[in-house]
């Protein structure tokens, strides 16, 4: 099974996403966000950005 993206609410009714890898371990934790779809959006701003980023030490 590939990595997978969870949405969920917090304790404090923010809607948040977690990426987990084939394995479960939690991998990348997003913000906080007001509403459901905007956390989708966050989710799919991560695949479109995301898939070649370099890493870069600051």
């Given at each position: 099974?590939?990595?997978?993206?969870?949405?969920?609410?917090?304790a404090?009714?923010?809607?948040?996403?977690?990426?987990?890898?084939?394995?479960?371990?939690?991998?990348?934790?997003?913000?906080?966000?007001?509403?459901?779809?905007?956390?989708?959006?966050?989710?799919?701003?991560?695949?479109?950005?995301?898939?070649?980023?370099?890493?870069?030490?600051?």
């Open positions: 099974m590939a990595g997978k993206f969870e949405l969920y609410t917090d404090s009714g923010k809607w948040r996403f977690r990426l987990k890898a084939s394995n479960g371990q939690v991998i990348a934790v997003g913000e906080a966000y007001e509403s459901k779809a905007a956390a989708q959006n966050g989710i799919e701003s991560v695949k479109k950005n995301a898939p070649d980023a370099p890493v870069v030490e600051v």
